[in-house]
Each structure stands twice: as C-alpha cells, then as structure tokens.
C-alpha cells in the first residue's frame, strides 16, 4: 500500500543534506509552509540555496534560518519588504548572495523544471539590468531573454487538503508558488491541514497529483487557519 | 494651483476602465481604483499571487488569511472569481490576457520606459516584484503618480535615470496635474490638465516636450 | 454585466474567417467540440489551418470539413487512425499539407503561446527525423530542439460547466487539449452542456478561467454523455 | 522450442513493476500488462490524456464517454485517481515523473535506439502520437515486442533501419523469447531465455551480438 503520510515532521524532513536547492511555497502568510520551515531549522541541513518570493521576515522562519547562517543564496523577486532586516543585514555584510528573479520568471522556471523544459524565451526583464547576461533574441519582432529551468531538490509546500497518494489542494490564494515548486523538486514535502481518505478528493478537483509529492505530513494550525 | 489628490487620481483612471476588463492594479495609488469602479460595473480584477475577480478588503472579522492580494492585505473575492497558481497567474500577464495593469513609478519617458523598481544602479537588491512582468505583459500600462518628486524634480522625462523596468510599454500617464498619452513617434500628448494650470505651466514642470492635438 | 453566454451556434461563431488557425479541443470523442465543428461547417470559413489531435475520422466534423475542401493544413500528433480516410484521400492528392507535432510538444506549444513564451527547448524528438529545419542544442549534456508556440485565431473547446464570465470546468478526461487551446486563441469559443450561476463553480476547481474564454453556447448532448 | 504468448509477455514485465511506480502503458501487448498487476499492488497507471491512477476496463454498462485511455478505450479510475490537462501530463511526462514507460517497437539498436512510430523515411503521414515524448521523457522506457518480425526478420537490431523514435532511451526489452537488458557501453545483455532455447539459438534471431553477465 502506497502510504506518503508520515508521522512527524522530522521524518518529513529527514535526508535533507547540506548544499542543497530548497523551494519554500507561499506568497505573504498564505500558503507558507511554517512548520517545515521550523522543522528544517531543527533539521540542520546548511549551505542551502533558498528559493522563495521573498527573503523572510522578523526573525522567525526563513529570516531565522539565514540568521543561523545556513543559507548561503537566496533567490526570489522580492527580498525587501516590511521587516526584512536579517535579510539586509547579512546581504550588506557580504554573507549571503542574491539572485533577483522577477516574479512571473521565478514561477515559469520553476513550471519549466518540473515539466522538463530547460529553457525558454520571456519578454520580461528584456533591456533591463536583469537581462545582464542573458541571451537575448527576438521573436515576432521584439526582444526576449532565454531563461534556464530552476529546478530544487527539496520542495516544502502547504496544502489545505491531502491524502495518502499524496494529492493535495490549496485554499483560496494560498495555492500560489505551491503548485509549481511541488512539480520541480526531486523530493517534495508537504504540510496539510487535512488528511483525506483516498478517493475522497474529487479526482477533477486535485489540484497537484500525488505524482509531485514524495511525504506528507498533518498540521493542524490553530484559528483563523482551519 | 489645483492639483489632483490620490483620490482624486485614483477616481480619474477608474472613469477610462470599461467593463469586461481584465485588470491588474499595483500597489499603493492604483490598488485606490478599484475603490472608484461602480460594482455594477464589472471590471475583473486580477492578483498576481493567483486570483480573478478580487472584491473590496473584507470587514476585519471576515478577513481570512487564505485571501490576500500581491500588497498581502486581506480582499474579497466576488462571485465568479476564481484561484490558480502563480505560473499560471502570470501566464495570463506574460500571455497578453490582462486588458490593463495600472502601476506607479519613478520615471516614465516619452518612448514609454518606464523605470519603477531600483532608484540606483547601484542598489544591488532591488526588489522587482511582479513589475517586470506586468509592464512587459499587460496588453496596456497605464502608469499614476505624482508629476514631479517631492523636491519638484520631473518625473516625465526625456530618457530615464533610473534602471528600467520595461522598454517602450507605458500608454498612458496619470499625474496630479494631468493626463497624458505616450503616441509612439511622438511621445507625450496631453490629453487633460487640472483646471488653473496652462500648458506652458505644465511645461515647466516636465522633463520632456510635451504635445497637444490641438 | 458581462454575458459570455451567446444564444446560437451561429452567434458563437460569427465572425471567424478564411485563412484563420482554429484550435479543436478534444482527444477521441471526449472533450470534442462536436457541435460547434458542425457549426464551423455551416459557418463557411475556409482556406482553414486546423489543429487537433488527429486528423479526423468518418465523414463527420473534421472529416467533413476537410472533405468540403475547406481545409488547407492539418497540425496533428496522429494524423492516420481508424477512419481517418478523408485525410489519407486529400493528402495523398497532394491537397492538404501537414504538420505532424508529438503530442507532448502540441500541447506545449499551446500552452506556451498562451502564457507568452515564444519559444522553448524540448529533448522530445531531438535525434529524429521531426528535428529537421530546427535548432538543436545542448543542456545538461543532451540535446534538445528549440520549438515555437503555436497560437490559435479561433479555439473550439467542449466544458462539462460553464458560467457567463466564461468559468470553465471538464469532466474526466474531457479535460486534455481543451485548457491550452482556450489559453492560445484570440477568439474561445465553449460548448458547455451546464450552465451556472455566477458563483455556482467553486472558486478553487475552475479548470479555465474566464480570462481565456470569449463566448459560451449551451448544448445539450443526449445520453451518455449528461 | 517454447515462447510466450502476448499474456505471458505482459505478465512477465508485470512482475517487474513494484508498488508506488508511476507507469505509462502503450498500446498493444502494453495496456495488457495492467491486467497482471494485482490490485493491492498500487501501482499507479497514467494515461497520455490527462489521467493518472487509471483502473481496469468497466462493465459495458457502466462505461462512460468521458473516461477513455489514451487508446481510446472505456477505463475506470480507481480511488485516489485525477485528471489534469493534456500539458500538465505531458509535463509529468517530460519532467522525468513517469517512472515507466512501456511501449511495443518495430525496432531496438544496441545502443537503445528505438524505432516505432513510421515504417519508412517515405511515409509522410506516420502517427507519432506521445510516442516521442514518452521514449525521450520518462525515467524507464521499457518494450515489449516479438523477437523478429513475422516473416523472421530481427527486431533487435546493430542500428534501426527505421526512423528513429528516440535515441538511446531503452533499458529493457522483454520479447516472446527473452528478456534483454540494453547496457550503456556494453549492448544488449541476455537476462533470460525461455525454456529449452540455447543462447546460440536466441542469437540467431537478433540482429546484434548478445552478451550475457556469465
């Protein structure tokens, strides 16, 4: 019997190894993966490359794993934001890299890793300073830039929804980046606030196949979350 | 000299929406719009973080933290409004599906750069966003800010200083003291200024040569 | 208010000229726009560019219209199957051209027309005599070839629900080309056996949203397909 | 001198296909082989058209329309099943998610070229349907077909005659008379032979040297 449920988050995480790529799901609270975020601090896994929207917040979380020094790159579209001072912090210090990825690119190369695409052409960013480096080329008259796939090796997800397969759904907008870097790592971990019996998530209705998830792990969060 | 308030500009890009419209609206002065759009007006808002159909922010105990907008302030989503996910969402930007996105920004020039994410070439860690994406995917950028900084200097320029978000994308600018066209071949075109303020006062206070119809 | 819902076939497709590109949803009979292929047929547009699947069967909807002489080319994965005689009768004259596109790769191609990539890298018939005339190169140590989107004029899809800012859901495996050829058409047109309240389809199992969708007509198709 | 049957072909490659594989049967010998996986174990079958977790063929009466394999054939969809569009499979299909593939060929190179999709460099029109995706896309690409053509003619080949379907794509080949792996390097590797056929005999009727571990 196919059971990706796991018991505890430590065994959700267990085998993440230092250097690696880790995907970290959620646009603002929505759809964040708190719980293994704080299980990987646990964990021990450093010189991780993050890719995220942002750079973490406050202290808790993503910003408190790179307080730790266990990143060693961040790669997302939007590193300042309210409260990003670890952030911006250990980046003027020299002790943290930074890869600026604008937002639709940043999903698209990840869409593009999961669905073996290596790279692509986009508009976006094309005659900016984001382009630096980049090949670019024009198509139907106008300039593009390749952009390369963005594969993880871990993935860590929220869903509202999963079952022992591993299907899952999101509520509402906490679906966001979830859907893409579950598709786009080798080893896709996800918090769910409900198990399902199998077959009790309406097979047109599953937002991500089990086939993208490796371990799943039940977090009940407390209100307004259920 | 009157001049527009953020109100006042936020309810004059609102009059241009037509319903049916597909629309993506930035932070700060532009999320206002949607407060001018009459409901029974249906205009589509869309948020970049995986949202059709956004409705106004929510009475706070009915906020939900499942449903935020791409500022992360909790919204509203009106019936047929619908959720997927973010490469999806910005396949619709990237896919010229999105009618309107109406951004702010430091600088636009009369080719119609827009410059409105780093204020240096030498900010290493500027934060994009969605910005890139949006000016170089909506089918039409309508840009609202003030005409000119804080201390007075143009915002409407000739070539922009700033590093830029998107080559030649913005159609049409909305300041506190006028509308303006960006005509490719031509570059601005005032279209509307507040009452009290001529032309050559206009003039003045922009970084480029503006045109008129007339 | 925005009313997608047209009250004809005619109306839905109105407007639809020669020479367009027309996208035809459906793999087998599910999914398969059947009443508005009849429709196109009496609509009377031709010099027609048709994507499909395959390239029709019997001497019905697709078959037919070739038959009329109102196509010009068929884009296809599998262009001979069991009853695709009209097709092997044409071409064979020499008076229907073909583009014969792996089914992964149509599909793609779809999508990514409508998600604004011109172009991409795919390892799918790298090596094979499908490469030829286009750009082959490397990624990763393997070679890939670079295809390019494949946008539509006119999309014809078949939706089990559908409402009047054009929400769309599939049933089953009705699902398959339908949402990327919604995405790649200027003009989408929908068959849809219900029709919905606004509000009625669950905001977080839309398949297609309404963005991706011009014109909706009811039809209801006898058992068993309700 | 025995061989198999088609049954006994699939229920051969069936034995080798464990619990929580995600597999893409072709059509032919293929689609039987899930009719020899027992149903407690899970093995989770995907079909080209956008489903995945695929069950046996139904009742005549309780086939419907809208569920069909990628034959095009009435399927059932056991619990825990989904559906999904046609890029969104392909991508599971391409992103290396498939665990397996199974596939009938005309031809195999020693260098796990595969050949099954057009019967000549004339034929204009073949049909590749996902053949080319699925051969150059999943984890495994495994096929099953007879050892020679019918009028004995090697199907295991130095180099395809045919065009090629993917290049250096199959790992194993499980034919009415043996079961062979394709080893980088090495070439075909004779895993076993069916009961009283001599290798000797097996290489008589293969188109390229046959190693074995021994």
Same mark, same amino acid.
């Given at each position: 019997m196919i059971n990706k449920i796991v018991q505890s988050i430590a065994e959700a995480l267990s085998g993440i190894k230092d250097g690696s790529t880790v995907l970290m799901g959620g646009f603002g609270a929505a759809g964040?993966?708190?719980?293994?975020?704080?299980? /990987?601090?646990?964990?021990?896994?450093?010189?991780?490359? +993050? +890719? &995220?929207?942002?750079?973490?917040?406050?202290?808790?979380? /993503?910003?408190? /794993?790179?307080?730790?020094? #266990?990143?060693?790159?961040?790669?997302?579209?939007?590193?300042?934001?309210?409260?990003?001072? +670890?952030?911006?912090?250990?980046?003027?210090?020299?002790?943290?890299?930074?890869?600026?990825?604008?937002?639709?690119?940043?999903?698209?190369?990840?869409? &593009?890793?999961?669905?073996?695409? !290596? &790279?692509?052409?986009?508009?976006?960013? &094309?005659?900016?300073?984001?382009?630096?480096?980049?090949?670019?080329?024009?198509?139907?008259? #106008?300039?593009?830039?390749?952009?390369?796939?963005?594969?993880?090796?871990?993935?860590?997800?929220?869903?509202?929804?999963?079952? #022992?397969?591993?299907? /899952?759904?999101? #509520?509402?907008?906490?679906?966001?980046?979830? !859907? +893409?870097?579950?598709?786009?790592?080798?080893?896709?971990?996800?918090q769910a606030h409900h198990i399902r019996e199998l077959g009790d998530i309406a097979p047109d209705n599953v937002h991500t196949p089990g086939i993208f998830v490796s371990r799943v792990v039940h977090v009940v969060r407390g209100a307004p979350w259920n | 000299m009157s001049s527009f308030t953020r109100q006042q500009m936020a309810a004059r890009v609102a009059q241009d929406i037509p319903e049916g419209w597909f629309v993506n609206l930035g932070i700060g002065i532009p999320t206002m719009i949607a407060d001018y759009v009459p409901m029974e007006r249906e205009v589509i808002l869309h948020s970049e973080n995986g949202i059709l159909g956004m409705g106004p922010a929510p009475a706070p105990e009915q906020a939900t933290p499942w449903l935020i907008n791409a500022g992360k302030q909790p919204v509203t989503l009106r019936p047929g409004g619908s959720f997927f996910h973010h490469a999806d969402s910005f396949g619709m930007i990237r896919g010229g599906h999105i009618d309107l996105c109406v951004l702010g920004a430091f600088e636009v020039a009369e080719n119609g750069d827009i410059a409105n994410w780093a204020t240096s070439e030498n900010d290493s860690a500027p934060a994009v966003g969605g910005a890139m994406d949006l000016a170089a995917g909506a089918k039409r950028l309508w840009v609202v800010m003030d005409h000119t900084t804080k201390d007075g200097r143009p915002k409407l320029v000739e070539t922009c200083g700033y590093p830029l978000t998107a080559h030649c994308a913005v159609q049409r600018i909305y300041t506190n003291l006028a509308v303006i066209d960006v005509v490719r071949g031509r570059g601005f075109v005032v279209r509307e200024i507040v009452p009290g303020l001529s032309l050559t006062e206009l003039q003045a206070k922009t970084g480029a040569t503006l045109h008129t119809d007339a």
């Open positions: 964040q993966p708190d719980d293994l975020i704080e299980g /990987l601090i646990e964990q021990g896994a450093k010189d991780l490359t +993050v +890719v &995220a929207n942002n750079a973490g917040a406050g202290r808790v979380g /993503l910003a408190k /794993l790179m307080e730790m020094g #266990r990143v060693r790159k961040i790669i997302c579209s939007f590193p300042r934001s309210a409260g990003s001072t +670890v952030f911006e912090e250990l980046y003027r210090a020299g002790k943290l890299e930074l890869e600026i990825v604008p937002q639709g690119t940043l999903a698209e190369r990840m869409r &593009a890793a999961g669905a073996g695409i !290596p &790279a692509f052409y986009t508009p976006t960013g &094309a005659g900016t300073k984001l382009a630096q480096g980049k090949e670019t080329r024009e198509f139907n008259g #106008r300039p593009h830039i390749m952009e390369l796939s963005l594969p993880g090796d871990v993935a860590l997800v929220e869903a509202w929804e999963a079952d #022992r397969w591993g299907n /899952l759904t999101y #509520r509402q907008s906490g679906r966001n980046f979830n !859907p +893409v870097m579950a598709m786009a790592a080798k080893l896709t971990v996800a | -």
